[in-house]
């Protein structure tokens, strides 16, 4: 069993700044891909940033440039640092733990709010 739980979420202006964590508990972390995912009002959860168990990492062309997700492996917590936020980067972010034939997990979720 995998749980996740996400933290740092907050309201912020526009160009600031915030870093969301998320720490893991169970055994399959150091083999999993980590992913943070957002969910605006009205709109589908859409992929944010994924890291491999490798930490080859991927953005949505959104977020490039202004976001960086990274992984701390012994700590089981992966990271995704936010930069020059946007309004439009308003969401719940929830974090995603995914490993081969192992299932796929969920965080609760945290809120994230640009304000203009």
């Known amino acids: 069993q995998v749980q996740l739980v996400e933290s740092g979420g907050g309201l912020v202006q526009a160009g600031g700044s915030l870093r969301l964590s998320c720490a893991a508990s169970?055994?399959?972390?150091?083999?999993?891909?980590m992913g943070w995912y957002r969910q605006a009002p009205g709109k589908p959860r859409e992929l944010v940033a994924t890291?491999?168990?490798?930490?080859?990492?991927t953005y949505a062309d959104s977020v490039k440039g202004r976001f960086t997700i990274s992984r701390d492996n012994a700590k089981k917590t992966i990271y995704l640092q936010m930069s020059s936020l946007k309004p439009e980067d308003t969401a719940v972010y929830f974090c995603?733990?995914?490993?081969?034939?192992?299932?796929?997990?969920w965080g609760q979720g945290t809120q994230v709010t640009v304000s203009s």
């Open positions: 890291a491999t168990s490798g930490n080859s990492t």
């Open positions: 169970g055994r399959i972390f150091g083999i999993a891909t």
């Open positions: 995603r733990s995914s490993a081969l034939g192992l299932g796929t997990y």
